[in-house]
């Protein structure tokens, strides 16, 4: 499986940008999806997650209300709309894939229960 994100850039603060990560190879339609993301001179972190069919999605709570999580399973391809974004929101952000979906946001953001990692995109958001 090959996940490829696309869609960071530069924004400025308010504003909105929507990443994807497309998948390849295999199928992963029952897979769920989460995105992680790494401040500069910081640890990665769990920004949100969802299930294989869309039904369930977890956030962390710095996001909560400004992300949005999606799935489009036709295509195969996992999208994070971010508003009302802030600088604190800069980093670079990667999506990844595991088999299953937990039930809490403390067990999604459990990166090495994720089977497959796609290569992370920037995103800077300017003040």
């Known amino acids: 499986v090959q996940l490829q994100a696309s869609g960071g850039g530069l924004v400025q603060a308010g504003g909105s940008l929507r990443l994807s990560c497309r998948a390849s190879g295999r199928t992963i339609s029952t897979y769920a999806m989460g995105w992680f993301r790494q401040p500069p001179g910081k640890e990665r972190e769990f920004v949100a997650a969802?299930?294989?069919?869309?039904?369930?999605?977890h956030y962390t709570d710095s996001v909560k209300d400004r992300f949005t999580i999606s799935w489009d399973n036709a295509k195969n391809t996992v999208y994070l709309q971010m508003n009302s974004l802030k600088p604190e929101d800069t980093a670079v952000y990667s999506c990844?894939?595991?088999?299953?979906?937990?039930?809490?946001?403390?067990?999604?953001?459990?990166?090495?229960?994720?089977?497959?990692w796609g290569q992370g995109t920037l995103v800077t958001v300017s003040s």
């Open positions: 990844a894939a595991r088999p299953d979906f937990a039930t809490t946001v403390q067990a999604m953001g459990a990166f090495t229960d994720y089977d497959y």
């Open positions: 969802i299930n294989w069919s869309g039904g369930s999605t």
